[in-house]
């Protein structure tokens, strides 16, 4: 994979922004894969396609870029908040890929959340503009990386050095069957993941999870049964194949 990008193409541009999206999403259509599938390519989506950068010619995935020069491991701002919140509730999100390049216009990380992955947990609303801005009122937000579990959070390109395609199509197969959650209940599904991955240890107990409770009770305010919720997500998670009973009670996180 050619991690260089090809600033001759953007010499017509004045915009940094102009310039970085020109040149990112070059490369993108040069050199990415789908992680979804065994295409070698993704195709560029038609011009002023919504929240959509590419689409997989072989399995139709689509995925957005999001290009930065710097790297922040907490968030990432975004376009509007409203906007979001009915894709995540339709479940019409794209996956997202995070890219990371260089001063001299080198790719130094690229990550890919998969489109499941977004819960409104993960969505921060940002201050609405002031009223002398141009667009006074809209509100925008910030995509939480930090409420994303690890397992959402596919390197791709990890420090300027390319992860092989087969771990990464891997890692998304291995949570693919995420998709068969409704939107409406998979948010839960992914707040008790990223618990679990917290713990930061493969063996787990019930109340291990039960520890979170105060944080999942703030998190779905409308749920008062918050432990039966619990124990159902883990039981999904099982069915889904992410975790696993082991001995005396506890669980593991399936390899």
């Not at 503009?129 to 959070?153: E, P, T, Y």
Request: some cysteine.
């Amino acid at each position: 994979m050619d991690l260089q990008c090809r600033p001759e193409l953007a010499t017509n541009y004045k915009s940094g922004a102009q310039i970085a999206r020109v040149l990112t999403e070059e490369w993108a259509a040069r050199e990415l894969y789908c992680a979804a599938c065994d295409s070698n390519r993704l195709s560029p989506s038609r011009a002023n396609t919504p929240a959509v950068d590419f689409e997989c010619p072989r399995c139709t995935q689509l995925f957005q870029l999001k290009s930065l020069r710097d790297w922040n491991p907490r968030k990432v701002v975004d376009a509007g908040y409203d906007a979001m919140i009915r894709a995540i509730r339709a479940d019409r999100v794209p996956n997202l890929l995070i890219l990371q390049y260089s001063s001299g216009w080198t790719i130094r990380n690229l990550m890919l959340i998969p489109r499941v992955f977004f819960s409104e947990s993960s969505i921060e609303k940002r201050k609405p503009l002031a009223v002398g801005a141009r667009r006074a009122g809209w509100i925008g937000r910030n995509i939480l990386l930090s409420q994303i579990a690890a397992d959402g959070k596919i390197a791709m390109i990890c420090d300027g050095s390319p992860v092989s395609e087969q771990k990464v199509r891997n890692e998304f197969s291995r949570i693919r069957k995420l998709a068969e959650i409704p939107p409406s209940v998979r948010g839960w599904t992914l707040d008790v993941l990223r618990a679990i991955r917290r713990l930061g240890k493969n063996h787990f107990s019930l109340g291990d999870i039960y520890d979170f409770e105060s944080e999942l009770q703030i998190a779905h305010p409308l749920n008062r049964n918050v432990r039966p919720k619990i124990r159902q997500q883990l039981q999904v998670l099982r069915d889904l194949g992410l975790i696993e009973f082991a001995a005396r009670g506890t669980y593991r996180i399936s390899e």
